[in-house]
């Protein structure tokens, strides 16, 4: 036995130390000495991992990781609807139920506003001159929020059902709701250039149920942004005023930045062609509404 463990060892030696080599010879050690190896390293594992438990103890930043440098940089700033303060009798509403409304809100929370009066106020942290608010109102439902900018109002948004609710099943999706179905897309976004408005750090923002009905908002958030300015014509674009169309307030301009054309909503909609190349965008026709 100890003349196979002496051979063992004396290969070892000659050889590169290989892992196969190395095994070899941690086998050949428990036959030359009697003691267990498995022990052994699970004392050696036991006390490497109380060494680095004790220097995580010692030293909690080093466990924490900095993510200042991970994400993506937006050019919107966030505001969640419950974390504003609430106007009249608006309510937070937060659910867990896959059948509710509240499931499809950030932090399956939104907030509810029920009269007229009721809504949400913002302290503005960054320059904006832009809004987007994602809310829902009951399918085939309307209804119109007044934005108020230190308790003035400037603006009003139109609210719509239109483009969302949509009702799912084992049979496929339907437009409308039908015997075990479950309501889904029930939110929706509406954006806007505040008009000739520069809101600074500190401005405060309120979004204000407009109408006395028994019609439910409900708002997610609101994004405030700040909007870049159109750009100049190219040399290479054709205005189309030039080529007889007539100046409205509804017309969309030709050349615009694609990150702007989410802020244009104009009043009705027509067949249109749109196609893009770069920066600039090209309509075929005069327009009045272009759904994003």
């Known amino acids: 036995m100890n003349h196979l463990n002496k051979d063992i060892i004396f290969g070892i030696r000659k050889s590169k130390l290989g892992v196969f080599s190395v095994v070899i010879a941690i086998m050949g050690a428990c036959f030359l000495t009697g003691k267990s190896v498995a022990a052994d390293q699970a004392g050696e594992q036991a006390q490497v991992q109380t060494q680095g438990q004790e220097a995580i103890t010692s030293d909690p930043a080093s466990s924490q990781v900095d993510t200042s440098q991970y994400g993506a940089s937006m050019p919107y700033t966030r505001y969640e609807a419950d974390k504003g303060n609430l106007l009249g009798k608006a309510e937070v509403e937060q ?8 499931i499809e809100a950030s932090d399956q929370t939104y907030v509810a506003l029920k009269e007229k009066g009721d809504g949400v106020s913002f302290k503005v942290n960054e320059p904006a001159n832009a809004l987007t608010v994602r809310y829902t109102v009951p399918d085939g439902a309307s209804g119109q929020l007044d934005v108020q900018v230190n308790g003035h109002s400037v603006q ?6 239109m483009s ?3 009702y799912l099943n084992d049979k496929g999706v339907h437009d409308s709701a039908q015997a075990d179905t479950r309501a889904r897309f029930q939110f929706d976004e509406v954006h806007s250039l505040l008009p000739g408005i520069q809101l600074q750090k ?4 309120s979004l204000v149920k407009n109408r006395s009905d028994d019609v439910h908002y409900g708002l997610d958030f609101v994004e405030f942004e700040q909007a870049p300015d159109p750009i100049a014509q190219g040399d290479n674009a054709i205005n189309i005023v030039s080529k007889g169309a007539t100046p409205n307030e509804t017309m969309i301009p030709m050349i615009a930045r694609p990150s702007m054309m989410r802020f244009m909503k104009p009043n009705k909609p027509e067949r249109m062609s749109i196609s893009q190349l770069g920066d600039l965008i090209s309509i075929e026709k005069s327009v009045s509404m272009l759904l994003i």
Request: aromatic share 4%; net charge negative.
């Open 202 to 205: 500190g401005d405060v923002v």
């Open 164 to 166: 969302n609710w949509q």
């Open 95 to 102: 659910s867990q139920d896959s059948h509710s409304t509240a």
């Open 156 to 161: 009003q948004l139109d609210l719509s059902s």
